[in-house]
């Protein structure tokens, strides 16, 4: 078996993004010798990988880049991923190269690249190499491949996990800046967990599956690994999109929130398991009481819905949408497949078309229990597995085991959810725990808000690397999400504020308090209800304190509607240069109303008509 110690140290292991761009912004002609480091360190010997680009394959996606830079006149701000090396699950089409799915027999060289991996091109992002799975990506365990088990960064007796299993491993040891995976029943997130990366499942239909070959394609999604969640959060809004070729493709409405509520509330099973792994459930109990102790309110929730719907992605009709995305392979080669693998799509044999509507029917019964319990919450907080197993006990338990993985991500996708796996801690035994959020469709921006904030609390190592996040990492401020529109907020509509309903019941989120450049005037209007001011831009003005705000983008409009006259929405230059959209006030109003430019904000001014006269 091939071990970590097999691979050559390129001196670019364990980069994040922002580490890849600061490096092509000093050395932006600097892709070959970059990239032909980077590919001195890995070996085919490695069971993560199945597949290495050739040397004729990297120098085609090189040519490319370096056209696509010359039509970009050489600005590498709108490349963000220019030259930053990537891996793929080898479930996943890129144009020239071969798919097997883990599966010698089944192999194919595909004739285009996978919707995501042209979206990731386009942006400036090599594929170096396709990586290791369990077979069809039927597993969570990394052992189901012809191509040998994959074996856990940080000890390898035990699984690394699956069904992306080749995918976290070399994202873990930092030989790329990110990789695909798939996730179906928590193929992005249990390997996320068994070694210390962060596993982004995004809402169905974000990521386009063309060019994926199927395991559930009405529950198959695009899955993310990287070592920080704002890498992980750049890469999702690089790859992702409508996808016309796609049937499952579907548009963000962009209604939901992109950042969670400032005091969240996060659900928790009101009965987990373990399966008697005591490490395990130390580890989850201490990441409750880290939440906790941050403001977090937590509260139990019956998980039964939850853990029935679960239950049928395995033991009930759902396998059979397996047996069709198998298809020829299973009906002509059996003896090709996994023996594991093939005994599960062999079950979908087992079930009518009547078991069919009826497991369809129950998931939709589970689905709006589990959306409705959800209802008021952030997230639904959980262990990203309840426990791990070692190579030898999956040999002696396949099965078993691998359904113990799943417990609590197998209903995600059937339940239409958003999810996010993150490092929280180092168990005794020297391996990693983690734990996952879930949330209702497209709430992903939220789940990453609050991922980023958790993972600068920690500042655990970055996956199996040793290294540490960089302090620029924890400088870096969200940026604004092509989901939301940041406005500013002056008046009543600042927090605690008679207005301020107008955004929260919008989803809209409270990003930070901050100030006008120092050429705005504030006034009192007269004869508004309720009291509200006016801001102008004028000579002689003053820096005026304002809220900043997210709104979903869908929402906006509905916002902009109940303005009033004389007020309107423009846009404001903020102290620090940034522009955003915010108040403004027509001329016409301000002969009657009072200058209070001088109190420097709408609070100030209401709490000095609020105190008592002083004798």
Aim: with cysteine; net charge negative; charged share 15%.
């Amino acid at each position: 078996m091939a071990s970590v110690s097999d691979t050559v140290t390129s001196p670019f292991r364990g980069f994040t993004l922002g580490e890849w761009q600061q490096h092509y912004r000093g050395a932006p002609d600097s892709l070959r010798t970059t990239l032909s480091l980077v590919m001195g360190s890995l070996s085919q010997n490695d069971n993560a990988w199945i597949y290495l680009a050739t040397a004729e394959q990297l120098e085609a996606q090189i040519l490319h880049l370096e056209a696509l830079r010359h039509q970009h006149e050489g600005l590498l701000s709108t490349l963000p991923l220019y030259g930053v090396p990537f891996a793929v699950k080898d479930n996943m089409d890129i144009a020239g190269w071969p798919t097997t799915a883990a599966c010698p027999a089944f192999a194919y060289t595909a004739e285009a690249d996978a919707t995501v991996i042209a979206n990731l091109k386009a942006k400036g992002a090599i594929v170096i190499g396709k990586t290791n799975l369990d077979q069809f990506a039927t597993g969570l365990v990394g052992t189901r491949s012809p191509y040998g088990a994959v074996p856990n960064t940080f000890n390898p007796d035990y699984v690394s996990g699956g069904s992306s299993s080749g995918s976290a491993s070399v994202l873990a040891r930092g030989l790329v800046a990110f990789s695909l995976g798939t996730d179906t029943a928590g193929s992005g997130r249990v390997p996320a967990g068994f070694n210390n990366v962060v596993g982004l499942k995004p809402t169905k239909g974000w990521l386009s599956n063309t060019g994926v070959v199927p395991a559930c394609r009405l529950n198959d999604s695009v899955s993310i690994f990287a070592l920080t969640v704002a890498d992980a959060q750049t890469v999702a809004q690089a790859a992702g999109g409508f996808d016309a070729a796609d049937a499952y493709s579907r548009r963000n409405p962009f209604t939901a929130p992109v950042a969670m509520s400032p005091h969240p509330r996060f659900a928790v099973p009101d009965s987990l398991e373990f399966f008697g792994d005591a490490l395990a459930e130390f580890e989850f109990d201490q990441a409750l009481e880290r939440l906790n102790s941050s403001g977090i309110t937590l509260v139990p929730v019956d998980f039964t819905p939850f853990r029935e719907l679960a239950e049928q992605l395995y033991y009930g009709a759902w396998v059979a949408e397996r047996t069709v995305a198998v298809g020829e392979i299973f009906e002509e080669s059996p003896e090709a497949m996994d023996p594991i693998v093939r005994g599960i799509v062999a079950n979908g044999l087992n079930y009518t078309a009547s078991d069919a509507w009826r497991a369809e029917y129950l998931r939709a019964e589970l689905s709006r229990k589990i959306n409705l319990t959800l209802e008021g919450f952030d997230a639904l907080v959980v262990p990203t597995s309840p426990t791990i197993r070692t190579q030898q006990e999956l040999v002696q338990e396949p099965v078993l085991y691998n359904s113990q993985f799943g417990i609590y991500t197998n209903f995600t996708n059937l339940a239409d959810l958003s999810a996010l796996a993150l490092p929280s801690s180092m168990r005794a035994d020297g391996l990693p725990a983690g734990i996952t959020l879930i949330a209702p469709a497209w709430h992903d921006d939220a789940l990453a808000s609050f991922g980023r904030q958790w993972q600068r609390s920690l500042n655990l190592p970055l996956g199996a690397t040793g290294l540490a996040m960089k302090s620029e990492e924890f400088m870096t401020s969200a940026p604004v999400s092509a989901a939301c529109v940041r406005v500013a907020v002056v008046g009543a509509h600042l927090t605690g504020m008679p207005l301020n309903f107008q955004l929260t019941s919008r989803n809209a989120v409270r990003v930070e308090q901050t100030t006008t450049a120092a050429t705005y005037k504030l006034y009192a209007l007269a004869n508004t209800t309720p009291p509200k001011p006016g801001l102008v831009r004028a000579e002689g003005g003053s820096a005026i304190i304002v809220e900043l705000w997210d709104i979903p983008l869908a929402r906006f409009g509905e916002f902009v509607a109940e303005i009033p006259a004389p007020l309107g929405m423009g846009s404001l230059e903020l102290a620090d240069g940034r522009r955003v959209k915010g108040f403004i006030c027509e001329p016409w109003a301000l002969g009657e109303a009072t200058d209070i430019t001088a109190f420097g904000g709408w609070r100030s001014y209401i709490q000095s008509l609020n105190s008592p006269v002083k004798s």
